[in-house]
T-cell receptor
Framework: GAVVSQHPSRVICKSGTSVKIECRSL??????MFWYRQFPKQSLMLMATSNEGSKATYEQGVEKDKFLINHASLTLSTLTVTSAHPEDSSFYIC??????????????FGPGTRLTVL | LAKTTQPISMDSYEGQEVNITCSHNNIATNDYITWYQQFPSQGPRFIIQGYKTKVTNEVASLFIPADRKSSTLSLPRVSLSDTAVYYC???????????FGTGTRLTVIP
């Protein structure tokens, strides 16, 4: 199946700094990617939909100025957590839908990025 | 998007068949049912998807009755490595958004 990678897998930063997380589709082109956040023992929560060549669509309650999303190419989307604070510590997961498998409509998820803000 | 309800947790012994049922009473005509598996600190992994009746692949079977208001994921002869959280999702093919419910935390006991 299609492969989605994320980098870095784990990051620790000081409060107030910005952190960039990359999401790549390795063997397919994805016009749309998705960013989720997951707190311990909780389910995934969709944060935003990343659209190649246009602005991202954010879910209600997600600050677009704090979570900057850029989807500059068909294989790369980035999420930047600006001025990170301890409450932003979470597991961030991206996903992408492979258009060639639209009949099954599966989304392929990256391995996730564990962000810890001190 | 169909709202789904699953048991919070289940325990099973190794080698047994496990059936996890998901309720989706408000499923729409165009909605498919998809199951994902998630291990700790990993992204979800697609397991199986179906629309109605029965679907089987190399890892699981999915049973969807005629009214489609529920579905059952069947894992044959589970092993310790099947300990994970299993999510049931309902959504329209081509829809962008996936909304994850609480999932079912399956614990396989030796």
């Amino acid at each position: 199946g299609a492969v989605v990678s994320q980098h870095p897998s784990r990051v620790i930063c000081k409060s107030g700094t910005s952190v960039k997380i990359e999401c790549r589709s390795l063997d397919f082109q994805a016009t749309t990617m998705f960013w989720y956040r997951q707190f311990p023992k909780q389910s995934l929560m969709l944060m935003a939909t990343s659209n190649e060549g246009s602005k991202a669509t954010y879910e209600q309650g997600v600050e677009k100025d704090k979570f900057l999303i850029n989807h500059a190419s068909l294989t790369l989307s980035t999420l930047t957590v600006t001025s990170a604070h301890p409450e932003d510590s979470s597991f961030y997961i991206c996903s992408a839908r492979d258009p060639s498998t639209v009949s099954t409509d599966t989304q392929y998820f990256g391995p996730g990025t564990r962000l810890t803000v001190l | 998007l169909a709202k789904t309800t699953q048991p919070i947790s289940m325990d099973s012994y190794e080698g047994q068949e496990v059936n996890i049922t998901c309720s989706h009473n408000n499923i729409a005509t165009n909605d498919y049912i998809t199951w994902y598996q998630q291990f700790p600190s990993q992204g979800p992994r697609f397991i199986i998807q179906g629309y109605k009746t029965k679907v089987t692949n190399e890892v699981a079977s999915l049973f969807i009755p005629a009214d489609r208001k529920s579905s059952t994921l069947s894992l044959p002869r589970v092993s310790l490595s099947d300990t994970a959280v299993y999510y049931c999702l309902g959504g329209e093919t081509g829809a962008n958004n996936l909304f994850f419910g609480t999932g079912t935390r399956l614990t396989v006991i030796p």
